[in-house]
């Protein structure tokens, strides 16, 4: 490594861990210096990432940011959630179960609840007076943080911490796979997205991606029936690896194979839901989510802006992403590049687009490292001045300036790959 380049290099590794350090010289509560500390962190990764990828880095300086970033995770975990407060439904949810209760069964706010009020729960929970929406594996989680640390947020983060490594070990396992750089590994250990929504706020889709990647690495590795059992327990924590299942169903030749890569998965989902099925409603919160709930949905936001109609603008972002995702799926692109696509189309035309849900794309960044999905998982910071706004002063409003600067290059950037790999096909 060049002196020059080495210096810059250098400079971007403290640039980047001095990003984290506001988040243990202030308030541990406080969104201002979350959001900062995000925002400026999630710049320098797309930086730092670029030059990792297009540069040999030795062996010292992986050691270094690997162990930095493991460091990272365990002394977040005591930092108080700033961003969201979503953990509360999570300890919540834990709670009613641990009593014996279906959390499909009442609101938090039902009289039937009574007993199980405390002075944090649930009145600190976001919307008391709808059901859980969480798949049952979730519940599983929720259930067991309880249990470790009741009204605490310990038990949720030292779960996260534990399935963290797990996905670290299976990107891991799928970049030996694919003899791919281990380097690589970088991009997801280091990405801010995971250490700020999992590690800080506590959000779910940490527990999810464990289990789609390990999927995908048993899947390549031709164990095809521990894949489809290992994405089923990934719908049932978020319905987001949903989007794989057709790849799988396609990919396979055999009528038999295609028939198990959907019915395994199902069956795992029934499975899990039965207990809860017949004293609860699993499906109604999560039916009334979807229909209303809206943020970040570049695409759904300009067309609504015209339409001025949520259910009449979502039925044609549905067609919009099913008209997009058909060829790729049915298209001759390798098994992981077509996750990775399906993935960004989703984002793009999705309504709601919280900043977590793009963890989904970043496991997929190690063996796929395009730029349009490393500019994605940084300027998805942006989205915290909503955050923030909602933070200081109780109002939830999305910035037309977020979405610009958020989504301008990441579909600029998307739209260049996919002409340039059209055109390789073609060539």
Known sequence: MKLASWKYFSLLEVLFLLSFLPLFLGNYKSVVVYTISYIFSSLIFILLVFYILKNEISKKHIIFLFSAAILLRLILIPVHPAGSDDYYRYLWDGKVEANGINPYKYAPDDSALAGLHS????KLVNYPDMKTIYPPVSQAIFYASYLISGESYYGLKIFQFMFDLLTIFGIFLILKKLNLPLKNLLIYVLAPLPLFQFFIDAHVDGFGLTFMIFSLYYYLSGKKLLSFLFIGLSICIKPLGLIVLPIYFLNEKLI???????LIPVLICVLFYLPFIFSGTPFQALLK?????????VVFDILDSFIHNNQITRLICAALLLITYLPVIFSKKEILNKIYISLMLLFIFSPVVHPWYISWLIIMLPFIPKPSGIVYAGLISLTAFTVLNYRLNGVWQEYIMVLIFEYTPVIIIFLKELFSERKIAAS
């Open 119 to 122: 002075g944090i729960l649930p």
């Open 256 to 262: 038999y194979e295609k028939v198990k890569s959907v």
């Open 289 to 297: 989510f979807t229909e209303n709930w809206t943020f970040n949905g």
